[in-house]
């Protein structure tokens, strides 16, 4: 990691983005493989995302991929991302729109347009995705991509996400021809972690064990 993502990596900690915990976490995955083992950790950006001045440093390293990709509008997925999409968006300029959470969870809506997507579109247009993190199914990301193309935009094939747990979700991406782009990789930000003593051995331990057990479940 160069030292802005260090920095960003040190903001997560500061702010207590990361929690270890012995009787660990349930995921998705576990939904899917109730044998699977609990995480040792659990990665919870929405408080990070409220601090400003960390906001704005993650927004400029999505910024020149935006750039790149050049997008019409900008797709959020609520709830968690939206301060991040948001200062994106004013810092290019380009609109956004953001999936309804009761679409992402298969829910149709029943009263007032009855609409799936919050915001301005015509159909047609590119769209990119940002969301906060993926894990091992990839499932929001995924409804997301389904919801826009029904509602006739063009979905760049590419997912920028802050963080990474690098548990088997980029592969789920790629078996839908999507590729993955992070800010940061949950292995970089442990290993930066256990370097400067802000974990131990043990919670480093036990993380990467079930990162590759997670990893497993899916890519087999």
């Keep these: 990691m160069n030292k802005k993502l260090q920095q960003i990596a040190l903001d997560f900690y500061r702010l207590k983005a990361i929690k270890f915990s012995k009787e ?25 995302f409220r601090n400003p001045e960390v906001r704005k440093k993650i927004a400029q390293q999505i910024v020149p991929i935006v750039k790149k990709l050049k997008p019409d509008i900008l797709v959020d997925l609520p709830q968690s991302i939206s301060p991040i999409t948001t200062t994106v968006s004013d810092m290019t300029g380009i609109p956004m729109i953001s999936v309804r959470s009761e679409a992402l969870k298969g829910v149709k809506k029943d009263h007032g347009v009855k609409q799936n997507i919050n915001g301005t579109f015509k159909k047609g247009q590119k769209v990119l995705i940002i969301d906060d993190v993926v894990s091992s199914y990839a499932f929001t990301k995924i409804k997301a991509i389904e919801v826009l193309i029904e509602s006739g935009l063009k979905v760049i094939p590419i997912i920028i996400v802050v963080a990474d747990r690098e548990e088997g979700g980029r592969e789920t991406l790629k078996k839908i021809k999507f590729d993955l782009v992070s800010v940061l990789g949950f292995k970089d930000i442990l290993n930066f972690y256990l370097a400067k003593k802000l974990i131990n051995k043990e919670d480093y331990k036990k993380s990467l064990e079930y990162n590759k057990f997670a990893k497993d479940y899916v890519t087999k």
């Design 24 to 48: 660990g976490f349930k995921f998705n995955l576990h939904a899917e493989h109730p044998e699977a083992p609990v995480s040792p950790n659990y990665l919870n950006l929405r408080d990070v």
